[in-house]
């Protein structure tokens, strides 16, 4: 089977080429209108030209692609906010206090300090607008409590989602902003005027119908890690998941099965297919059979709040479902194309969600590699052919995610594969079984032996996810890979997948050249590694200096060294970039590195006297000094106030610095500092 014959797969690509290349340079909707019209155009006469010709048209096919790529850039264009004049960003001014009216659209899993929510603004002061926006309420204010679908009024002001302020740290703003999501606001008590009921959506209908479920399954005794679980599993909500059962999964490389989506939604079909089954004996009965599936498919995705995740997984599946009832491979590769297709074609954003990229390549690598490994033995019963199958499956669903999950998540777990040869198995039975327990107890009619046993299983994956996470030895993290890396790796996975298909003297030349440029990559970025970086990182009410030399880095702070060893941002900067040896020291008042003269002043103010030039001066714990007369006496290029100041100290201190014509810096606004 050779991929690149199916038309599908070339025409996804090009539109897949066509959002990149607009989310990497901003074409302008005007100049994409103009180009759409003349392409269409030539579209058009090539068109009638070529269906009197009895061999292919090469221009043709060439336009035909050109105008896919230009659909991709004017999807992508026409969902950014600045081409749409009802969205609210052309209607507020960030610093000013407005009226609000939102309704909440979705419950977010809360951080250590507030509940989040997904509002959608219907309403500035007396504008109607449209778009969503990140709402934070903080724990403190835990009389207020928020349901999907109640209409708020409330006076507030808008404020940008925060930028990461240290180098590799997660960047929550750009994520949100590939949900379409740019500002957020903070509530209280007192600047909310008015709650209402608002109109019923599915949403709504669906955070009702989870809640009465809960409900039904706390009166008949499921409750801790067990409902936490349900919760995750089946209905896709996790905020009652312990941070102790989260990490246990996370490091066990099974964090995935907590989010409803491919996984869940794939089990589910393959029991819908054998629950239906019966229904192929009647007239039509595939037919029949296809859209039983599909329905149900879908009242799972309601009920379970229509996440992008489950939305994602569900239309993928429903694709699937009709390839999977044709039993042609080519059917289900094109099928499940054509699902991405119109994926993209309606949230052109998904391209860069990471579920999005993990789930196609997951369910690709599967449907592309898994018969191949299968083909390599031969089961010799039932038990054996269950195991094998399990194996192949995971292996080369691993082989598709294995490189993106390292890319995004820095670690991969060594045990996967016993892991997935438990879980799996047992995912379809809490699936199934969760299923019939929740039918029981909306019912009222769910024994408690079926609770204890129900209850048991789920006890029993905890532990054994619990037993894997621990086996250290296998659990390899402070892994990285470059993007230039990542798509090497994809380039080498494929060549070795063809040459294992079918040996060729072509195909062992790619190999060949492919692991040759993924080698090339290697010894160049190594060699880019070989720098000196002196960092002032951001942290409230301390002061970290790091300098980096090649593989060496040393931190300066007031912090002991295994608080500075466990330190979140210190860890994602030694694995990013690429650090082998690691040491903690005091900070000095005066130091060099790299040639430059740096000056810190702490809280008792004190500095070096005389007229000398430095090239830092870093501002640390509020100094109490006359700004001006430290410049007149040390002249520094640049000054730098980090996390550990007052803002009013840095308001002032920014002043004198614009007054005395010297950069100032600030890393609570500007992030870490960084020179080289």
Not at 184 to 194: A, F, P, T, V, Y
Not at 229 to 239: D, E, K, P, S, T
Not at 289 to 302: D, E, G, P, Y
Not at 520 to 545: A, C, D, M, P, W
Request: charged share 15%.
């Amino acid at each position: 089977m050779r991929l690149v014959t199916f038309t599908s797969i070339k025409i996804t690509l090009v539109f897949l080429l066509g959002i990149l290349c607009s989310y990497l340079f901003d074409f302008g909707l005007y100049y994409l209108h103009i180009s759409i019209s003349i392409v269409f155009l030539l579209l058009f006469f090539v068109w009638i030209r070529a269906r009197n010709q009895l061999f292919p048209d090469l221009h043709f096919g060439f336009i035909s692609y050109v105008c896919l790529f230009l659909l991709g850039a004017w999807v992508y264009q026409i969902h950014q906010p600045k081409y749409h004049s009802s969205h609210y960003t052309k209607h507020i001014t960030e610093s000013d206090t407005t009226i609000l009216q939102l309704k909440i659209r979705e419950e977010l899993k809360p951080d250590l300090y507030n509940t989040k929510y997904i509002a959608k603004i219907t309403g500035i002061s007396d504008k109607e607008v449209s778009g969503n926006i990140l709402l934070l309420i903080s724990k403190d204010s835990n009389t207020i409590s928020l349901k999907v679908d109640e209409v708020l009024l409330v006076k507030t002001h808008f404020s940008q989602i925060p930028t990461p302020k240290n180098p590799y740290q997660f960047d929550y703003a750009s994520h949100m902003h590939q949900k379409g999501i740019y500002h957020q606001i903070r509530l209280d008590k007192e600047s909310i005027l008015l709650i209402t009921k608002g109109k019923t959506t599915i949403r709504g209908t669906s955070a009702k119908i989870r809640n009465a479920i809960n409900q039904k399954l706390k009166e008949n005794n499921l409750e801790g890690n067990s409902l936490a679980l349900v919760n995750a599993l089946l209905l896709g909500q996790r905020q009652e998941l312990s941070q102790e059962v989260y990490t246990n999964f996370a490091s066990a490389g099974v964090v995935h099965i907590l989010a409803v989506s491919g996984l869940h939604v794939g089990i589910l079909m393959l029991l819908l297919r054998v629950l239906f089954k019966p229904l192929e004996r009647l007239p039509r009965g595939n037919t029949i059979k296809i859209v039983a599936i599909v329905l149900f498919l879908w009242m799972f995705a309601c009920i379970t709040g229509l996440s992008p995740s489950v939305l994602r997984a569900v239309t993928m599946f429903s694709f699937l479902a009709y390839a999977l009832e044709s039993n042609r491979e080519t059917g289900t590769i094109n099928t499940l194309v054509a699902s991405a297709f119109v994926l993209l074609l309606v949230n052109p954003n998904l391209l860069f969600h990471v579920g999005f990229q993990m789930s196609y390549l997951a369910v690709f690598a599967i449907v592309w590699i898994q018969p191949k490994l299968a083909k390599l033995y031969k089961p010799r019963n039932y038990f054996d052919k269950l195991l094998w199958g399990i194996l192949t499956v995971t292996i080369a669903a691993q082989i598709g995610v294995g490189p993106l999950s390292v890319y995004y998540f820095n670690h991969f777990p060594g045990l996967f594969f016993i892991t997935n040869l438990v879980i799996l198995p047992f995912l379809g039975i809490v699936l199934g079984g969760g299923i019939f327990i929740i039918i029981l107890a909306s019912f009222n009619s769910l024994p408690e032996l079926f609770t204890k046993i129900y209850t048991t299983i789920l006890e029993s994956l905890v532990q054994f996810i619990s037993w894997v996470a621990k086996q250290d030895t296998y659990y390899f993290e402070n892994l990285v890979l470059s993007r230039g890396q990542l798509f090497l790796y994809y380039v080498v996975i494929t060549a070795v997948i063809l040459c294992f298909q079918k040996i060729s003297f072509n195909r062992i030349l790619y190999l060949l050249f492919s692991v040759v440029c993924l080698q090339g990559i290697y010894i160049f970025e190594k060699s880019q590694n070989n720098y000196k970086e002196l960092v002032i990182f951001h942290k409230s009410r301390n002061t970290i200096v790091g300098l980096k030399d090649d593989k060496q880095l040393k931190v300066l702070s007031s912090l002991d060294p295994a608080e500075a060893h466990r330190e979140k941002f210190l860890k994602n900067y030694r694995v990013k970039a690429k650090i082998k040896t690691f040491e903690s020291g005091s900070l000095k008042n005066i130091f060099s590195f790299n040639g430059k003269t740096i000056v810190v002043v702490d809280s008792q103010g004190v500095y070096p006297r005389g007229s000398i030039s430095i090239d830092l001066l870093i501002l640390s714990n509020s100094p109490p000094l006359h700004l001006e007369r430290l410049i007149d006496s040390l002249c520094p290029k640049i000054i730098v106030a980090d996390g550990s100041n007052y803002t009013t100290y840095v308001q002032r201190w920014r002043k004198t610095s614009k007054k005395r014509n010297i950069d100032f810096y600030y890393t609570g606004k500007e992030g870490a500092f960084v020179i080289r």
